[in-house]
């Protein structure tokens, strides 16, 4: 059983277009990390979210907490190919656990 | 600060043999963390550590598997008889203080067993 269900798992669309990744659980975070994944890199951080409700913007990317604690999303403005990469959701218990990713392919 | 390094990068072994990946935290961080991830996944919980203390251990670490990090700073994973089902990147991370503080990663050890 999957303790953060991250959707979508596959995208891939043109240039200038927006997405929101979803990521979902039962469980309350005491806060929750998304992250950038390259091939063969390692997760590079991106943003942490603490507080309920919370909104943090990076540029074009936007990342919401839910009131609750138990869900995330991220959303990309006007995508642009240097976007193309895996994101990753991960929820902070006594250790992260981490959704499957959303692969994500932004075309020219 | 030069964030989490780990070493080897790659590894190529042979099944059967042993092979050990050695993590340096981020200077000061008490947390250390370690992972494997396989293609198309997300990362996968191995093991923590608060200073040299080993915390949790995930039903994935096997007998095969052990880790130490015996000063409180740099730790090990070392595989032992190695499988073609090891193979996966092998991903080291730390934090600071309190769990939900941010864990850095490192740039992850990829390991094919041939």
């Known amino acids: 059983t999957q303790l953060l269900e991250q959707s979508p798992q596959f995208l891939s669309i043109q240039e200038g277009e927006n997405l929101t990744v979803y990521c979902n659980s039962s469980?309350?975070?005491?806060?929750l990390q998304w992250y950038r994944q390259e091939p063969g890199e390692g997760p590079v951080l991106l943003v942490t979210?603490?507080?309920?409700?919370e909104v943090k913007k990076l540029k074009r990317l936007t990342f919401q907490f839910g009131d609750a604690r138990k869900d995330s999303s991220l959303h990309i403005t006007a995508a642009q190919p240097g976007d193309t990469g895996l994101y990753l959701c991960a929820g902070a218990l006594e250790k992260l656990v981490f959704g499957k990713g959303t692969k994500l392919t932004v075309n020219p | 600060d030069t964030g989490v390094s780990q070493d080897p990068r790659h590894k190529i072994t042979k099944r059967g043999q042993n092979v050990t990946f050695r993590c340096d935290p981020i200077s000061e961080h008490n947390r250390l963390y370690w992972y494997r991830q396989t293609l198309g996944q997300g990362p996968e919980f191995l093991t923590y550590?608060?200073?040299?203390?080993?915390?949790?251990k995930s039903r994935l670490l096997s007998n095969r598997f052990s880790a130490e990090r015996p000063k409180g700073s740099f730790s090990t994973l070392e595989i032992q008889r190695t499988e073609q089902g090891d193979s996966a990147m092998y991903l080291c991370?730390?934090?600071?203080?309190?769990?939900?503080?941010?864990?850095?990663f490192g740039e992850g050890s990829w390991l094919t067993v041939v």
């Open positions: 469980s309350v975070f005491s806060s």
């Open positions: 991370a730390s934090s600071f203080g309190t769990p939900g503080n941010t864990i850095y």
């Open positions: 550590f608060q200073n040299e203390a080993q915390l949790e």
């Open positions: 979210v603490v507080t309920g409700g």
